[in-house]
């Protein structure tokens, strides 16, 4: 079975919260937002606020009891945003105005935020989107457990073309590559052991796209330093949603829940942000964490 989708609901009360200072917000994004809004015929109550205040201001946007919740900011806000509303919530439409846009680019491809709102809200539909939680941290995209998150300062350099930083932050993952494997275990399985876990949500998984009801695990576990830097390389080519998982060093399955443990606290990626869990970490999966006001062609990249 593949995602749920539905058709929207009537758009009368729509709330909008821009975070000033994301990444690809300016001065003029409410402006923009709401002639978006004007051209459907649609008009929202839109809040630009400071990073501190974005907490209150979800408060505030449940209590009005909106159909749609739209969010201008990075990955941080989206999540919080898919906490709060959850399942028996409003439409949310997480838009790319970060960084990284893990969450924005999963339901509307590359497209930039102007253009992902008015794809929206011309032919979105309503969508159920599944998330996870490890180590009490959420994500609806991916998380990736292990030596291989400690490539992601490499990827972000690369990604803004410094390259020279770049390799040297690949050289200082591929040093530490090899300074402890991660322990997992599904569903109540045989444990197992790899240099990184990575745990993806449907939205991003060809493997799992018709049947949502789980996430892909990918165990990396490379035999040498030589394949070590290959899978680091393609992870930070790919950032996550590549190809790197056909790499001989990955293996592939699938679970609803499970744990990872190692003798060191464990590095994390969590929807593309750097976290540390502790050195033992729980995980688990929800088929409907939320609902997003989204195309129904889902992220092109995926496999």
């Known amino acids: 079975m593949g995602a749920k989708t539905t058709k929207r609901p009537p758009l009368r009360r729509i709330e909008a919260i821009i975070n000033l200072r994301a990444g690809r917000c300016g001065p003029a994004s409410a402006q923009e937002m709401s002639a978006i809004f004007e051209a459907q015929g649609l008009t929202a109550n839109i809040s630009e606020v400071e990073p501190a205040e974005v907490g209150a201001a979800l408060a505030r946007a449940k209590k009005a009891k909106p159909d749609l919740v739209v969010i201008l900011a990075g990955d941080g806000t989206a999540r919080s945003a898919a906490e709060v509303f959850g399942p028996r919530g409003p439409l949310l439409a997480p838009l790319p105005g970060g960084t990284m846009n893990m969450l924005p680019k999963a339901l509307y ?5 102007q253009d992902a709102l008015a794809a929206a809200l011309t032919h979105g539909v309503a969508r159920d989107v599944g998330g996870g939680t490890i180590g009490g941290h959420t994500f ?26 770049a390799l040297q932050k690949a050289v200082n993952a591929y040093r530490r590559a090899f300074a402890g494997r991660v322990r ?22 060809k493997v ?47 679970a609803r829940r499970g744990k990872v443990w190692a003798n060191f606290a464990l590095p994390a990626l969590i929807d593309g942000e750097p976290v540390r869990l502790g050195r033992s970490a729980e995980f688990s999966f929800n088929a409907r964490a939320f609902r997003a006001l989204a195309p129904h062609t889902e992220l092109e990249e995926k496999v």
Request: aromatic share 6%.
């Open 184 to 205: 997992f275990q599904l569903e109540g399985g045989v444990a197992a052991k790899s240099q990184s876990v990575t745990l993806m949500c449907p939205m991003i998984s």
């Open 140 to 165: 609806y995209v991916a998380a990736m457990v292990g030596a291989t998150a400690l490539f992601a300062p490499a990827r972000e350099a690369a990604r803004e073309r410094r390259l020279a930083d």
């Open 109 to 113: 491809g590359e497209a930039i935020w």
């Open 208 to 254: 799992m796209a018709e049947d949502d009801r789980w996430m892909e695990i990918a165990a990396i576990d490379p035999h040498s330093p030589a394949e070590a830097l290959r899978v680091g390389a393609r992870v930070i080519v790919s950032r996550l949603v590549g190809d790197w998982r056909d790499d001989p060093a990955v293996s592939v399955g699938r």
